[in-house]
């Protein structure tokens, strides 16, 4: 089985879909050339296809002409100054120097430069435009550049960045709350963990105790005299770049600047083992961490080298993979990977998960597939498998090299100047790759094993939720495994049978039976002798890109209680038996180089399968989606026996979640009781496997019920033959499977409170955290839906930016903010009204969580008395008129607004006309946007400012404790209602423990 893409030679049918770049005349990557190189050749220093150089003043620049997307530029300046040159009491420093950059600097004070990113419609988020890491810091702007003025302005910032920042205490006090409130986001069971991790791997070296967020009481008391010594240390112009536009007008006398120390990370022979018992851990894993020197790219031959690391680990990860897969399995899921942790140094990773109490099997397991690879290697096979996948996505990253967009070019440049990468042109990488690739021998690859031996700076770490093993239990296994490697008591790799057609017999073509042409999308609508409906579009935003996605009504609101807990696992259950005929491992094989991914959905009210593929394998999607309506999956039960023990470990672990009682409680406060929830240990009893397929096979059966929206680079000469095949050629049921037709479709039964609720979740934690959700119910009419769904999401979007402003720039209280809009059911065959929620959501210090509650309310009311100042409005349609310029190039958001069309409320048999009275209704709005209908729209949106909820999550604390916090709350002026239903709410928290695990 040949699994390289084919030659140019065999021309088949597959080849000749619609690729714009063959039709335009120029190259395609199958008719590259096959270079012969010469393995020590280098490559240029000088990075590829930018303007590159250094200023008088030591600033290096990179300038880049790119037009995807259009209009914006993407600017960074980076610096060669991190975490890592903090001494120890300047421990978070770096990162406070990068806060306070934007809060303010010589010319820009009081948060302006985030009032001038809104203002050109740049959204500001928290850390969204700077990064800091251990050795570098990167700020970045993305900006509309159709004003001239606007680049110079977004550069100026940067200027001001590089040294301006200014330090001022009022500053300081604002931002360090905002800091804290980071902080307190990883102090949870994953960020225990990682912290775990990074001081085992770093053991002896100074970036042990270097993360990034630093220390608690460096946060809360660092002064401004050590930050601005910090700044003015380091922040030099020689250690600096700017990337897109650079000429600083600097008048200073260029300083030297002082070197960056090097940090060493020294490398070890004996492995370093970690134990870590997460009481809050989602789940039980191992990790097997090397580092190593970073490689260098320097030659031909380094590139070669590089690829086949690459093919070594397609080809480990096939079988880590693959073992996942077999009767009871020593891991849920496992893979290797690779990555730069600080400047010189990498990672390679071989991380799984596993069942509780599972880890000492897993680790066994993951050590024994790396020597099987040292003592019988690759079989040629195995070879040709990860050729043919790093061979396909080589074309593919060719076919879109016009299509790299802006942000990416400048990350690349960033990571040029702070870490020596090398930029070498796509068009040349293609070259190498199709020069290199088919003669990489499985013996080579093989010998990458050599480089994971447990003495080569191995750390091995293992996560339990309780305490089940011993460092001790950890060595034996690394003696154990050892021990069978030098006596090669390890067996070799036994591999499976991969049929190779996807489709035995090609089915009977459907044909035409309607076509429409919708002049104002410019698609077109067939449907098909067995009723299914398909509406594609031609684009060529993206020239290896097509996105599909076929729904039909009638999902999980039809199911009675007792279908509802087995048919939710049937997609799970399908998904591993293998829906479209083939087990997934071995379909996998089957696809290796091509790229088609097909997935399937069902929700409330609809059932989907949907995906994307390169217009090379369009048929082979077909092919999957025609085997997804011919295929009946019956139990296996080797897999549903693997699948219910990683679900009941995955109910489990949401058990031990002290944040899920919270959720929980929240949704079930906001919609109701419901048995449409996550499944519980006692829901999971109910599940019938059997009953589950049944479900699954009656879903995608009927394509008659089915409307299929194609968007992406085809040609309709190719794709509608295929169509017709593939598609056409399922055969349509005698009878309705679904009895639905027109209004029978049932709403869920979600419903708000009648009246206000408010509620505090008490749960026990190992490190306090409190998160805070305000719903609103909002009712849209029926007449107006679209533009009223509209104003919603201005109405939320205005909400989060002055919540924002308020608690974390005045206040400096919080971190990040969210506000988000949900709406159910605007189906064409449901009429009632429609309901929604708009929640605010938050975390923040427990102390504070009440009286933030109440300064969000009373900015509510503020807003509904008073109305939205003219500049807020003007930066919310700026941001909205950016991000739709921005949407407009992309395939996903012509997919999303046929598919919108087609399901809303207003659609009645013309996609066409139904697309174009949305888009009025949305146009329509923006353009209409005032302080005075913002304020109409909120007093009519939300008309009771008093029917809301608030779902508070606390650490359990004790009740003495608990009373004793009281009057401190008090004083921060809560209002007595709240204070009221708290105090209702600490009396039934006695009763509360279902919410608490064990203490
Ligand atoms: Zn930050």
Request: glycine share 4%.
């Amino acid at each position: 089985m040949d699994l390289v893409p084919a030659d140019d030679s065999e021309t088949t049918g597959e080849q000749k879909m619609g690729l714009n770049s063959e039709t335009t005349g120029e190259q395609s990557f199958r008719s590259l050339e096959i270079l012969k190189l010469d393995m020590d050749k280098e490559f240029d220093e000088q990075p590829f296809g930018v303007d590159y150089g250094k200023l008088e003043n030591g600033l290096v620049y990179y300038v880049k002409c790119n037009s995807k997307p259009k209009k914006r530029a993407a600017l960074a300046l980076a610096v060669k100054v991190g975490s890592v040159l903090e001494e120890e009491d300047e421990r978070g420093v770096a990162h406070i120097v990068e806060h306070l950059a934007f809060s303010a600097t010589k010319k820009y004070a009081n948060h302006n430069i985030v009032k001038f990113l809104e203002s050109i419609g740049a959204k500001f988020g928290p850390c969204q435009n700077a990064t800091t890491y251990c050795d570098e810091t990167i700020y970045e702007l993305f900006v509309p550049i159709d004003k001239p003025e606007l680049l110079s302005e977004a550069i100026e910032v940067l200027a001001e960045f590089s040294s301006e920042i200014r330090f001022a205490e009022e500053d300081l006090e604002k931002e360090r709350g905002a800091v804290m409130e980071e902080y307190r986001e990883d102090r949870d069971a994953d960020g225990r963990i990682y912290d775990d991790y990074w001081t085992l791997v770093f053991q002896g070296s100074k970036y042990a105790e270097r993360l990034p967020i630093g220390l608690e009481n460096v946060i809360k008391t660092v002064s401004c005299q050590t930050l601005k010594q910090f700044y003015q240390k380091w922040y030099h112009m020689g250690n600096m770049a700017v990337i897109v536009v650079g000429d600083f007008s600097d008048t200073k006398v260029a300083l030297d600047p002082p070197p960056i120390p090097e940090f060493p990370v020294p490398s070890h022979e004996d492995p370093r083992f970690s134990y870590f018992v997460e009481p809050e851990a989602s789940e039980s894993a191992v990790c097997i961490n090397y580092t190593m020197p970073v490689d260098e790219l320097k030659t031909v031959k380094d590139y070669r080298d590089m690829l086949v690391t690459a093919m070594f680990r397609t080809a480990l990860n096939r079988r880590f993979y693959r073992i996942s897969r077999k009767k009871d399995p020593p891991y849920f899921s496992c893979s290797i990977d690779d990555g730069d942790l600080v400047r010189k140094v990498q990672a390679h990773t071989i991380e799984s998960t596993c069942k509780e109490n599972g880890s000492l099997e897993a680790l066994e397991s993951m050590l024994t597939e790396v020597a099987r690879v040292r003592l019988h290697g690759f079989t040629e096979r195995e070879i040709s498998v990860a050729r043919a996948i790093l061979m396909s996505s080589s074309e593919s990253e060719y076919m879109e090299r016009d299509q790299v967009k802006s942000t990416d070019l400048r990350d690349s440049y960033a990571q040029h100047f702070t870490d020596n990468v090398r930029i070498i042109a796509i068009e040349y990488e293609a070259q190498l790759d199709k020069s290199l690739l088919p003669d990489i021998l499985a013996s080579e690859v093989s010998k990458i094993a050599e480089k994971y031996w447990t003495s080569c700076s191995c750390s091995i770490q293992i996560v339990e939720p309780h305490a089940y093993a011993t460092i001790d239990d950890l060595k034996n296994i690394v003696m154990k495994i050892n021990k069978l490697e030098k006596e090669r008591s390890i067996s070799q790799w036994d591999d499976e049978h991969v049929p190779e057609e996807i489709v035995h017999s090609k089915p009977n073509a459907g044909n035409i039976v309607q076509q429409l042409e919708h002049d104002n999308i410019k698609a077109t609508e067939l449907i098909l002798s067995n009723g299914m409906r398909v509406c594609y579009k031609c684009t060529d935003f993206s020239n290896d890109q097509v996105l599909f996605n076929g729904f039909s009504y009638g999902g999980w609101s039809e199911l009675p209680e007792s279908m509802y807990f087995s048919a939710s696992m049937g997609p799970r259950f399908a998904q591993e038996i293998g829906p479209c005929g083939h087990r997934l491992s071995v379909l996998k094989d089957m696809l290796a180089g091509k790229r088609v991914n097909v997935n399937v959905a069902v929700t409330p009210y609809k059932r989907a399968f949907y995906g994307h593929c390169s217009p090379f394998h369009l048929e082979t999607a077909l092919q999957l989606v025609y085997k997804l309506f011919t295929t009946n999956v019956t139990p296996d039960d080797e897999v549903i026996e693997r699948v219910m023990k990683e679900k009941e470990d995955e109910i489990l672990s949401r058990e031990r979640d002290p944040y899920s009682p919270f959720f929980d409680r929240a949704s079930e406060i906001n919609y109701g009781k419901s048995f449409f929830r996550a499944l519980t240990g006692s829901d999971f009893q109910k599940v019938n496997p059997l009953k589950a397929c049944e479900y699954f096979n009656s879903c995608f059966k009927d394509p008659s019920t089915f409307t299929l929206v194609i968007v992406g680079n085809i040609d309709p000469t190719t794709a509608v033959p295929l169509i017709l095949q593939y598609l056409g050629g399922i055969q349509k049921p005698p009878k309705p499977i679904f009895h639905l037709n027109g209004d029978c479709i049932k709403g869920l039964p979600y419903e708000f409170p009648k009246t206000t609720i408010r509620e505090i979740v008490w749960s026990p934690m190992k490190e306090e955290k409190c998160m805070v959700r305000i719903s609103f119910p909002i009712d849209l009419k029926k007449g107006a839906m679209e533009e009223e769904n509209t104003h919603a999401h201005f109405l939320s979007q205005l909400l989060e930016t002055k919540l924002l402003q308020l608690l974390r720039f005045k206040h400096g209280k919080i971190y990040d903010l969210s506000v988000s809009k949900c709406v159910f059911g605007d189906l064409p065959c449901l009429t009632q009204d429609i309901h929604g929620v708009i929640t605010i959501s938050f975390s923040c210090d427990p102390k504070v969580s009440l009286k933030l509650v109440g300064l969000t309310l009373n900015e509510i009311s503020r807003l509904r008395e008073e109305g939205p100042l003219d500049e807020d409005v003007k930066s919310i349609v700026e941001i909205s008129q950016r991000n739709h310029e921005k949407r407009v190039e992309n395939n996903s958001y012509w997919l999303n607004r046929i598919l919108n069309s087609y399901q809303s409320r207003i659609y009645s048999g013309d996609v066409g006309a139904s697309f174009k009275i949305l888009g009025r209704a949305r146009s329509g709005v923006r353009k209409s946007l005032t302080p005075s209908t913002m304020q109409l729209a909120l007093q009519r949106l939300i008309p009771r400012k008093t029917l809301h909820t608030v779902v508070i999550l606390m650490p359990q604390i004790s009740w003495f404790e608990k009373l004793r916090s009281f009057p401190q709350w008090n004083s921060y002026g809560i209002d007595s209602k709240v204070l009221a239903a708290i105090a209702g709410l600490t009396v039934l928290a006695l009763g509360l423990h279902r919410y608490s695990q064990k203490s």
